[in-house]
């Protein structure tokens, strides 16, 4: 399968590259992959990397868990356990930031755990996953359509008043045009929420290679705070403040021990997951540097 290279960075469209580190696909199909740092803007991204056309073929796999409802091993149990937990969590920030409650997009919404609740708790819920397996299940979920992809056009023919991104900016192929998609359809006063891993976390830093949220080749982009800024002020946003997403360091460690020893160690899991918090809390210039990071974003 070839594979596609950007020869112009996603964000400051310089062509000058280094590489940054060479990483494993251990989900799927074990070949290495290259991340590379724009010489610029220090932006960093999976290059070369699958097409849109071909990408689908990495994400085959049970142990994706977020297309997929059962918990059969202990990582899919624990990330279940935690997901229902961290879905109530989301509930009250996005009630949090935009009242009286309106309509929100759940963009990636996968078998729409949290697009379910949303809509129970009184917001008029729309959603799109491009995983047509997923995307059936969170149909059923919500008793509405889910669309394939922001694209369409029952899905752009208004403005929300949140539109959330969980772990998904990072996968998504047309980075611009899908910021662009955001501006665009935000309401004045609505906010952007987009998750993503934090490369320059603690734990990111102890496993390097072996750590499993660089998720190449599905991930495609690894967003610094300096660097999600910088592009996000490209397209008329600011980033208003960032959030920590706690028990992401302790899963991923518990990823990233398997993915270095083939298998999971615990004790070094919490406490890598308790440390990289613990750093993450004091953070550089006293911003939040935890191993996942939520950005709450307005238009200018």
Not at 84 to 104: A, M, Y
Not at 124 to 153: C, H, L, N, Q, Y
Not at 224 to 229: F, G
Not at 243 to 249: A, G
């Amino acid at each position: 399968m070839s594979l596609e290279t950007l020869d112009k960075c996603p964000v400051c469209q310089q062509s000058s590259f280094s590489n940054y580190l060479n990483v494993e696909d251990y989900t799927v199909s074990h070949k290495e992959f290259t991340i590379q740092q724009c010489n610029s803007c220090y932006f960093l991204f999976t290059n070369p990397r699958p097409s849109e056309e071909q990408i689908g073929a990495y994400y085959e796999s049970q142990d994706y868990i977020s297309h997929h409802d059962e918990a059969k091993d202990l990582m899919s149990k624990v990330y279940t356990s935690v997901r229902n937990h961290t879905i109530e969590e989301k509930v009250k920030l996005i009630n949090s930031l935009v009242q009286p409650k309106g309509t929100l997009l759940d963009i990636g919404c996968g078998t729409g755990n949290f697009l379910g609740a949303v809509k129970l708790n009184g917001w008029k819920t729309f959603g799109t996953e491009p995983d047509s397996g997923a995307r059936e299940v969170a149909s059923k979920r919500v008793g509405a359509t889910i669309f394939e992809s922001i694209f369409e056009e029952n899905v752009g023919a208004q403005q929300y008043d949140i539109i959330s991104m969980w772990h998904v900016l990072e996968h998504v192929h047309k980075l611009n045009e899908t910021i662009d998609w955001l501006q665009d359809h935000l309401k004045p006063n609505g906010r952007i929420i987009i998750a993503v891993p934090n490369p320059q976390s603690y734990d990111a830093l102890k496993y390097g290679r072996f750590w499993a949220a660089y998720d190449v080749p599905r991930h495609l982009y690894h967003f610094t705070r300096a660097t999600m800024r910088n592009l996000l002020q490209r397209h008329g946003l600011t980033v208003k403040k960032i959030l920590p997403m706690w028990f992401d360091s302790f899963y991923v460690s518990m990823l990233s021990t398997k993915y270095k020893s083939s298998k999971t160690n615990l004790v070094d899991s919490a406490i890598t997951g308790l440390q990289s918090n613990l750093k993450g809390r004091a953070g550089t210039n006293k911003e939040l540097n935890t191993s996942s990071l939520i950005y709450i974003i307005s238009k200018n």
